[in-house]
């Protein structure tokens, strides 16, 4: 089910520093060049340079540019030594088909930090499996074109300047938070995600180990009884026996709250572990930037979600 690395001692990149120089590439679906104009000012107002890939403003059908150009230029952006960070445009769909072929050591031995969401959940994982990348999930490069609270837009340059706090929700309000089961404390692996891309990872080679990770999921428009066969899935590939807890973000959709309740205990009824649900994580305008592969514990009498160790390099 699972590719284990080699490697046991995680890869961290180096953190961004403020003034440096922020990458943008498209491994996905094209955005409205409108949008992603604005989010670039967004994005160079709070003092960092950005650079576009040929491709960035791009599209051909559902994609930014073909499946070779579009793993070229994301490759390309860690060759640069003038980009710190990488930012993927936009999620949608095409990261799956640029998992058998992206040079996934290249990327790991530049010690840059790539940030993605949604659609690119894939190639993070993939980068966790392969090379025990430490990636970042957040916010797509055009949300910054007025789609993200000041609060979301500040952690993520916190987070991959290697200065946010060590309690992931120490930002956020906590009330809305339901522990579904209790359990012990729980340590792990961090592994967020894009619930429906990984669902399709299973089974296939591009998929990280699981066992004893603290899986973090959401997923957007997703129907109450399409969530439930997603869950299931999980549970019916032995993923869900195998984790030390099970978080969730948003699940918007028709019918998720109460039905997505039932399911989530259903799906992990005989574990004993934390399950909880409506973390701030998703694809709201509210969302935390999580490191895909650290070391964290959550602690659902606290309810606090810590960083054991660094996700970033010491600062040279």
Known sequence: ??????????????PLLPGGTIGICAPAGPVKPERLERAIRAIAAEGYEVTTSPSAFAQRGLFAASDAVRRRELEEMFSREDVHAVFCARGGVGSSRLLETINTRHIAQSGKPLLGFSDVTVLQWLLWARERLVTFTGPLAVEWDGDLSERTQRQVFRMLGGTADSDLLADWPRDSIRVLRNGRKAAGRLLPGNLTMIATLLGTPYCPDLRGAILLVEDVNEPAHRVDRLLFHLRNAGVLGQISALLVGD?????????????????????????????????GPERMTLPVGGLVEFCSETMSLSLLEPVTRAAS
């Open 1 to 14: 089910m699972s590719v284990r690395s080699g490697v046991t001692k995680p890869l961290l990149p180096s």
């Open 251 to 283: 699940l918007s959709g028709e019918g998720n709250g109460d039905n997505a309740e039932h399911s989530l205990l259903d799906a992990t009824r005989g574990e004993t572990y934390p399950v909880a649900m409506n973390l701030p994580y998703g694809h």
